[in-house]
DNA sequence: GTCTATAAGAAGATAGAC
DNA sequence: GTCTATCTTCTTATAGAC
């Protein structure tokens, strides 16, 4: 049973999350996220001690999603190749948001690289989930570790420019072809 | 013979564009600039009549700048090929930088694409010029007009998330070996 | 053209009643 | 736990003296 608390604290958790994504988290002010969570500016404080905590929350919040997909992907496919297909999978089943907002890891980790170091540290710890479990897959794909890890970073540079230049001039139809490119290319290796 | 407010808005403009780059344009507020140019506040209003019309004359600053480049490397380079290479040395040239801020242009865009539409087709004019010329070679390369336009925009995916992914990683080697392998891709066109 | 002073508003954060 | 009122600081922007 959760305590009402508990509660309020996830709705507005959940709020920012949208919120940063959509508008950026400096751009996004305390009002803002009170006003689309319907909790008044100074009930806030009780929850959290300052904006940065709540980008901390937010990001504790997002780590677990997306540990809990990764788990799911490795329930459901048992082929390393598939996973990394699976993974590039998003920026199709992403395509309108990654469009109009960009990728929510990348936006934020370019956002708060420039004045912000100890959020950008917080931030990159998403990319580190993905970093890893992509590692680990092509490891499987009998990769040594060293090419394993620079092939990873080369998918997920891959992924972030597909989306940074579809949300740059607004096209879909590009992202769908750059993320079958990459599905070929996985397929080649 | 330029007048001395000549002097002084290009002093403005150029200082401008250092810390909207470095800290981001929603995170410099005109007391940066103005500190940072040693012009008092008051003074900016005499040659800018908002903070938008900074960025607008940064940003046209910058196509200049950026036409040039491309002009000059015309100049120096009669094969199409080797034009395709000299874009992407960019990231040699520029790593330290890169690691450091993002590409310019990319994390321009991805922060005002969020809620700045306006400024945020400003800040696509600079896409447009590579995007223009590097599909004007693709096509010296027998390319079709679709294949070039393709290419082009693979190109510049290649090139941002390179750049993005070495900043967000910090990694300067990376960004090397990137730009080797997209130089490759070039090679093998 | 240059600069000071300051208005007007929004930001993050706090105090304290309920 | 909830909410109002408010403080402080910083922002963009203006007025007007020099």
Tied chains: 1, 2.
Aim: glycine share 4%; charged share 25%; with cysteine.
């Amino acid at each position: 049973m959760k305590s009402k608390g508990e509660t309020v604290r996830k709705h507005i958790v959940g709020t920012a999350h949208q919120l940063f994504y959509r508008r950026g988290f400096n751009q996004t002010s305390f009002s803002d996220i009170a006003a689309a969570a319907n909790v008044p500016k100074g009930n806030f404080y009780y929850y959290f001690k300052c904006k940065n905590d709540i980008l901390a929350a937010v990001v504790e919040h997002r780590l677990q999603a997306i540990q809990a997909q990764l788990q799911l992907w490795d329930d459901e496919l048992s082929d390393a190749r598939d996973c990394l297909r699976r993974f590039v999978d998003m920026l199709h089943r992403e395509h309108a948001v990654i469009v109009r907002y960009g990728c929510p890891m990348g936006s934020l980790n370019l956002e708060l690289c420039k004045t912000q170091p100890e959020l950008h540290a917080h931030a990159t710890r998403m990319f580190d989930l993905y970093r890893d479990w992509l590692e680990r897959h092509f490891e499987q794909l009998r990769y040594t570790r060293d090419d394993a890890a620079d092939l990873t970073l080369h998918l997920l540079a891959a992924t972030q420019g597909a989306a940074l230049i579809a949300n740059t001039y607004k096209d879909a139809q590009f992202l769908q072809r750059e993320a079958d490119r990459i599905q070929q290319w996985i397929d080649s290796l």
